[in-house]
């Protein structure tokens, strides 16, 4: 095991030895001096740091090809590196769990190119663009996480790839594997007229100090970041976020959250009633990703998320760990943000900047671009005069400093690349994780449904206007947020109307982040029983929401409504 992976010590310096933690034995806690692995992915971590199979990969596997990769490499290190083999084609959903890994995979790769606070240059786009129509088959989806994900990409063709993308200062360095994932941005940072404070150098100081770091590339799982300003990067549902705030004394800065996540196990993130100032957020990241690190548990992954050992320690023991023993000072006391309802958390449409000049967002279909589509993205942003292009939280994009002449020029041509600036409810709220069409997780199909039920719902209720998110998930892991939509899609194998297996769904109903000061959010109601197949979900999201329409008191939300509905309402 590499020396820069054994924790003697954190970042700040720190012995990892001296805090008790009260769990039985075998939790792997390095802090409790566990560094035994304690099972197969912890081993091959010990065996060498995932940073490193990058060499192998451009001097062996690239040269000798798909069969010459180590099988510890090929399904864990390269993830360090933003790479999963993708979905075998042909094989149905009642397999996921039943085949080997290696009967999975395919010998074509999925990649995901980092994309820190969703910012992106006109030559990085194009970068992405070129990649995608000479390497990926002209594939493309961006992600509720803000990055861009390619597919069918062959081993060999990866050093080509990091040249092209790395010549324009994009990365896939962490994008995936048991590391601090991409760091979550405003898409408007800078530019928003209701910014509280600009998180965008907070965002750079943590790319430049910890992405690509021994230090923190052996996690227990993996670490997800925000940081804004503006509240449009689902701080809720992240390991640590960085909120912001206005402090009476101490002006603009950030309440600090930890532990949130959703998956199997939903959790939203906690409060330690902490307030961080901006140039203080790399070393209160480094003391959360420390304590993460050191105190973990390693011995079952289910249970590896931070939001586990928060659920176990609570925030105020949290918070105590972070200034004792890592950041060595108390942290100030802060007041808590101010509610944005999560419709406002978008920025589809026509929005002008604090400059004067103004930012245009528009939606794909749940995410699914392609790599012309994106190179002419890249033009059109270049004809507007603008150098600054940004990725969302909701699988949406947006160009920034769009002269205001030049608005509904640019809105027409996104339209006709069918990239909506004034979308329907259904088109601006609906997202669909990457489905069994190539990830090995899923069960059932999710884009191309998810684009057709758009379809429908749009010529069976014109006239809806209520915002209505639904989010279409193929396994329980919730990489589409499941929990958190109004209309949650978890998908399932189902039996229909003749008894026959086929893609479903179980439903959850009525997820929402706060909404307000007295609403911290809930999870979706799951109604007893309630499964819908896939060929049947246009039928049922269009039953409840006129069984909503019809039944709603005056300005009452879905949410609101689906708590006191009966099951035949939701049925």
Avoid at 40 to 68: H, M, S, T, W
Avoid at 144 to 149: K, S
Avoid at 195 to 200: H, P, R, S, W, Y
Avoid at 523 to 542: C, M, N, S, W
Wanted: aromatic share 8%.
């Amino acid at each position: 095991m590499a020396e820069s992976n054994t924790p003697a010590s954190s970042a700040t310096g720190r012995s990892v030895r001296s805090h008790q933690v009260r769990r039985h034995r075998g939790e792997g806690q390095w802090a409790k001096g566990h560094f035994t692995p304690l099972n197969p992915n912890e081993q091959v971590k010990k065996d060498d740091d995932g940073l490193n199979v990058r060499a192998r990969i451009e001097n062996i596997y690239a040269v000798r090809g798909f069969d010459a990769i180590d099988g510890q490499d090929l399904r864990g290190r390269m993830r360090w590196w933003g790479l999963y083999t993708q979905r075998r084609p042909g094989i149905d959903g009642g397999k996921t769990a039943i085949l080997e890994p290696h009967e999975l995979d395919d010998e074509y790769f999925m990649l995901r190119v980092r994309i820190d606070g969703g910012r992106l240059t006109v030559a990085q786009l194009r970068a992405i663009s070129e990649v995608s129509t000479t390497y990926a088959r002209d594939t493309a989806d961006i992600t509720d996480r803000q990055n861009i994900q390619l597919h069918w990409i062959r081993i060999e063709d990866m050093p080509a790839i990091w040249k092209i993308l790395e010549s324009t200062g994009l990365q896939t360095t962490e994008a995936c594997g048991d590391t601090p994932r991409v760091i979550l941005g405003s898409p408007v940072a800078g530019v928003s007229r209701s910014e509280i404070i600009d998180g965008t150098p907070a965002i750079e100081e943590l790319h430049r100090r910890f992405v690509g770091s021994k230090d923190f590339s052996n996690l227990p799982r993996k670490f997800k970041t925000a940081v804004s300003g503006s509240q449009d990067v689902v701080h809720e549902a992240n390991d640590v976020s960085f909120v912001g705030v206005v402090h009476p004394d101490f002006g603009p800065g950030f309440d600090l959250w930890v532990g949130g996540g959703l998956s199997t196990n939903p959790q939203f993130a906690k409060r330690l009633g902490a307030f961080i100032p901006l140039e203080d957020v790399p070393d209160v990241w480094a003391g959360v990703a420390g304590i993460f690190r050191d105190y973990g548990y390693r011995r079952l992954r289910t249970r590896a998320r931070l939001k586990f050992l928060v659920a176990d320690w609570g925030a105020e023991r949290f918070r105590e760990v972070l200034e004792t023993e890592y950041l060595k000072r108390k942290l100030t006391d802060g007041p808590a943000p101010a509610h944005v309802p999560p419709q406002e958390r978008d920025h589809i449409g026509i929005h002008e900047q604090k400059d004067g000049a103004f930012y245009v967002g528009f939606a794909p279909r749940v995410g699914r671009v392609d790599g012309v589509t994106l190179g002419r993205i890249a033009d059109l942003a270049e004809a507007v005069g603008s150098d600054r292009i940004r990725t969302t939280t909701d699988q949406k994009m947006l160009i920034l400093d769009v002269p205001g002449d030049r608005t509904e020029w640019l809105a027409g041509e996104l339209k006709a690349l069918d990239l909506q600036v004034r979308p329907s409810v259904f088109r601006r709220h609906t997202m669909a994780c990457t489905g069994i069409e190539f990830c090995k997780l899923a069960i059932v199909e999710t884009k191309a449904l998810a684009s057709a039920t758009i379809d429908e719902l749009e010529k069976r209720l014109p006239n809806f206007d209520t915002p209505i998110t639904i989010n279409v998930n193929g396994c329980p892991n919730s990489c589409a947020r499941i929990q958190t939509a109004d209309i949650g899609l978890k998908g399932q194998l189902v039996r229909d109307a003749d008894g026959n297996q086929v893609e479903g769904f179980q439903v959850h109903l009525g997820g929402h982040l706060g909404a307000d000061h007295d609403d911290e959010g809930s999870f979706g109601r799951k109604v007893r029983g309630l499964k819908v197949t896939a060929t049947e979900l246009p039928d049922y999201i269009e039953r409840v929401l006129r069984a909503f329409e019809a039944d709603r008191a005056a300005g009452e939300g879905f949410a609101v409504w689906t708590a006191r509905a009966t099951e035949q309402q939701l049925s």
